[in-house]
């Protein structure tokens, strides 16, 4: 534990935006399960929404820099091509 008053706030601001950062990234994992569950069933109309919210959240996620941009160009390409595939 920090004893320096400094040193504990900067600990206590670390914590929060360790869990901010948590719920962006949760959000767009959980929006890419959607989408991914939504092929697998099948349902491709569902899909088609699901994955315009998915690419949304994962950029969203690229520009608070809780991943980084390729990664998530990598991502959205993905399911891209799940989505094109499925469509075929």
Known sequence: MPNIKSAIKR???IE???MQNNMVKS???TAVK???TAIESGNINEAET???????????ASSKGVIVKNTAARKKSNLAKKLNAAKA
């Not at 699901?50 to 969203?60: G, N, S, Y």
């Open 50 to 60: 699901l994955f315009v919210e998915a690419t949304k959240k994962i950029d969203q």
């Open 16 to 18: 929060k935006k360790t």
């Open 27 to 29: 959000a767009y994992k």
């Open 34 to 36: 959607k989408f991914e």
């Open 11 to 13: 600990t206590k601001i």
